[in-house]
């Protein structure tokens, strides 16, 4: 949702808002504070990550919040989630989303938290055009892509999020399209725009034409896509015994690519391929609360947003940004 | 190499943490940790649960006001981890039970506090039981996570901590420039005068002249007055009288912009300054009093008028005479009391108006007057996931992995997140080192229990001291004093250095200690006679020390770094006013420089994990030899 959207109307914040909200409005102002309870945001896949993003735009006040995950909550569900109760004659034979939402919405009173049935792999555009933002999570590329595809060919401005989380890595992919907004620079409010890859784009960029120290996961995470979708695997459904395979295709691809091997490490292959499913609960924090942060930016118009990708390993501590171009450079 | 996650489970488990603060990083933190299979877990915190902390205090709900935090986090948390021992305590961690035996139980500490007070008491407690600690702090969405290891890291106190700005008494009382002065002025004087304690020391009035009443009359409600007319007397006599007196010493205005007295028929006309009808709304008996209500003015981002506020100040004084009388005399402001943010908002736009500064909103006004730190969820998230990454580094032992790491708004060198190597212990460091320090201070004319308040309880931080002279005991704090033994100490408070048992005069050392914080210290005095009031206000000077950077006023304006006696209790551990000023240079200590709560003179390297080695000197500061890199 671009920040220069039409006019946002006069009337005030309630008592309730102003108190509840009081603390954050001192960081973003009350205009941001109601395009937040104006815009709709959908989360497919229900995992540690999301739900931290999820909490922390709840309790931001975003107008509505829709989960969409039919998966059945399984005890291995319960590892990197604080929202589902462990006890299994709550959970049991009930989705993912059902169960968040429903602690979810405890959370701020003030918010819409609801359920979407169905996989995002099928969602058309009419459905998406409900939301403002959409953030997918644990899908295939394939959907990914199909998504990101939809929400490109909408009239609506929408904004397009996936977040994955693998043992203690993590990647953010931002997909804004043609955003402006507002950035403070020495006190006074300054008009920017950026244009934005589509996720199509952004993976299909030739890895020679990338700077040598580019984030090492971009490679990493793409090696993995290409393998899960070889293989014709769900979203990191992998093992330590898949290793030998994922160096193969490494192989592969960066002979393909013109890229050393070297800079997709196989230390760090072997980290994500034996994680699988596995999410490390303080970089689900760290990863919630960056895309959270990205989230209210892209709805308030206010901030440079991350363009567009974003990563954190907690073997080096670093949370960095890289803007992949596409393939198409000049 | 195996996952850092697989790797940490077995320490993980066996740990004990000890965590300080249940607020905004608190709640994220203890959430992460129960998540990360940490299973022995006690947490202090003394705060209750109030509406503005649930925007991100999410462990929290709106039932919950009132109650204690520590607790409340507690009972949330065993929900979705109910085979974990958590042990709450509802207490100040500064409180007697919480000493060095007690800390030495934990494998490591983790702070999420408010105030820099608290955070130097653990610090020297963690050193003194040899405790790893984990210090944290975020404000709006900057923060910071540091690893201290008695020994082997700078301690929390190697580099110097901004403490709150304090200004000059005759600024607040007689030539205030800026907004925030005129909110002191409304908060620890007018406010305190008319609705707190009677027998408290006030600089209100200093310079009106006598004019045969006593000084105390002149605030006082007499008997049977019309409330009405009190109120307009109290007004005229601030903001009307007050400043007519000043206006008659030259002297202060010969380079400043004289200000107006304002009287009340001035500021509103005859009729409307006898509405009192809304004051007397019976059906309102049951809701929080609030002269903004009554008067209809229902925008706290609004700026409002001379004429506006001049009616919100009536209308709250009446109130407050009104419907809490009973509170009267007892009264301390508080940010969370509506009508005393209203009264003080009012009170300081008025005096703004007269000295021609500009009036600002009751939002931002609340902000000046209660310290109030913006805050928001998603940055105590990413804090308190990082705080648990280095809780688990430490509790592996390999302090070459401990990283600081800074939260930033405005990436540099493309990181949102900057992990850098810690520093070795400050040699100076007169808490973790063992450094005199330097009074200079006229020992015939100083009090003991002026160096006692303003510099061993201030400056340095000590909680319950001692002082010694030689073998001389000339004060103890703290429990358990013979009557005999306190009168003594009493006593020795009223006298003048030179004039205590064992007489204080140029060259002589004084030991002073905190037995809670096993901290212990030397100070070396230098009689000196004239000390300047503008510059060295305390009338006595500390050096050997790292001596605190002031915090200066925020980009955006006064919000921040208010003064007064509450000192600075902010939120979440806060990192005080950041700028929103873009990194324009790659220097850390630039950009950092922004966020008051660093040393501005840190010279960090970023450590860069890459196969080619590149690590980067980010300052080429000849003294970055004395700040030696932790090998």
Known sequence: MGGGGGGVPEELLTAQETALYDRQIRVWGVDAQKRLSKAHVLVCGVNGATIELCKNIVLAGVGSLSLMDDHVVTEDDLNANFLIPPDESIYSGRSRAEVCCESLKDFNPMVRVSVEKGDPSLIDEEFLDKFDIIVLSRTSMKTKLFVNDNCRKSSKHIAFYAIECKGSCGEIFVDLQNHSYVQKHAGEPEPKELTYHSLQEAISVPWKNLPRKTAKLYFAMRVLENYELSQGRSACETSLSDLPAVLALRKNMCDEMSLNESQIPTALLERLVAAGKKEHPPVCAILGGILGQEVIKSISGKGDPIKNFFYFDDTDGKGVMEDIPGPSTN | MVSSAAASEEPVKAAKVLMVGAGGIGCELLKTLALSGFRDIHLIDLDTIEVSNLNRQFLFRQCHVGQSKAHVARDAVLKFRPNINISSYHANVKDAQFNVEFFKQFNVVLNGLDN????????????????????????????????????????????????????????????????????????????????????????????????????????????????????????????????????????????????????????????????????????????????????????????????????????????????????????????????????????????????????????????????????????????????????????????????????????????????????????????????????????????????????????????????????????????????????????????????????????????????????????????????????????????????????????????????????????????????????????????????????????????????????????????????????
């Not at chain 2, 004289?258 to 409307?272: F, G, K």
């Not at chain 2, 008996?285 to 609004?302: F, T, Y």
């Not at chain 2, 600075?568 to 220097?587: C, F, Q, Y």
């Not at chain 2, 200590?589 to 840190?602: G, H, P, Q, T, V």
Request: aromatic residues 6%; negative net charge; hydrophobic residues 35%.
């Open chain 2, 116 to 631: 820099l007070d608290a955070r130097r008491h653990v610090n020297r407690l963690c050193l003194a039981a040899e405790v790893p600690l984990v210090e944290s702090g975020t404000t709006g969405f900057l923060g910071q996570v540091t690893v201290h290891v008695k020994g082997k890291t700078e301690c929390y106190e190697c580099q110097p901590k901004p403490v709150p700005k304090s200004y000059p008494v005759c600024t607040i009382t007689s030539t205030p420039s800026k907004f925030v002065h005129c909110i002191v002025w409304a908060k620890d004087l007018l406010f305190a005068k008319l609705f707190g304690n009677k027998n408290q020391d006030n600089d209100l009035n200093t310079h009106s002249s006598e004019n045969g009443t006593s000084k105390s009359n002149v605030f006082e409600r007499n008997t049977d007055e019309d409330l009405d007319q009190y109120a307009r007397r109290i007004y005229d006599h601030v903001f009307g009288y007050n400043i007519e007196s000043a206006l008659e010493n030259e002297e202060t205005w010969k380079n400043r912009r004289r200000p107006n007295p304002v009287y009340i028929r001035d500021a509103l006309h005859e009729e409307d300054s006898r509405q009192n009808g809304s004051s007397h709304d019976c059906s309102n008996k049951q809701v929080e009093p609030s002269a903004m209500v009554s008067l209809g003015l229902r925008n706290p981002q609004e700026i409002c008028n001379l004429a506006d506020n001049s009616r919100v100040f009536l209308e709250a004084l009446k109130l407050f005479f009104e419907k809490r009388e009973k509170e009267i005399g007892n009264l301390i402001f508080d940010k969370d009391d509506q009508l005393a943010v209203e009264f003080v908002t009012a009170a300081a736009n008025i005096r703004a108006s007269s000295f021609g500064i500009p009036l600002h909103s009751i939002f931002e006004a609340k902000g000046v007057a209660g310290n109030i730190v913006h805050a928001v969820a998603t940055t105590n998230a990413i804090i308190a996931g990082l705080i648990v990454i280095e809780a688990i580094k430490v509790l592996q032992g390999d302090y070459k992995k401990y990283r600081m790491t800074y939260c930033l708004e405005h990436p540099s060198r493309k990181m949102l997140l900057m992990p850098v190597e810690p520093f070795e212990p400050n040699k100076s460091c007169y808490v973790c080192s063992e450094t005199p320090l330097l009074l200079e201070v006229n020992t015939k004319t100083t009090k003991l229990r002026e160096v006692i308040d303003k510099i061993i309880k201030s400056k340095l931080g000590m909680n319950l001291p001692l002082v010694m002279i030689g073998h001389t005991l000339v004060f103890e704090d703290g429990e358990g004093l013979e009557e005999d033994e306190a009168a003594n100490y009493a006593l020795n408070l009223e006298k003048v250095l030179a004039e205590l048992p064992a007489p204080v005069i140029n060259g002589t050392k004084l030991t002073v200690e905190d037995f809670q914080q096993e901290l212990s210290c030397s100070i070396n005095i230098k009689h000196r006679e004239e000390f300047d009031e503008e510059n060295e206000p305390d009338g006595m000077v500390l050096s050997g020390w790292s001596a605190p950077v002031e915090k200066q006023g925020a980009s955006n304006g006064d919000n921040q770094s208010v003064a007064s006696s509450s000192g600075a209790h902010d939120t979440d551990g806060n990192l005080e006013d950041i700028s929103t000023k873009p990194v324009m240079k790659r220097k850390l200590d630039e950009i950092l420089e922004s966020k008051e709560n660093f040393d501005a003179s840190s010279n960090a390297q970023v450590v860069d994990d890459d196969d080619d080695d590149d690590i980067v000197m980010l300052d080429e500061d000849p003294n970055l030899s004395k700040k030696k890199r932790l090998q």
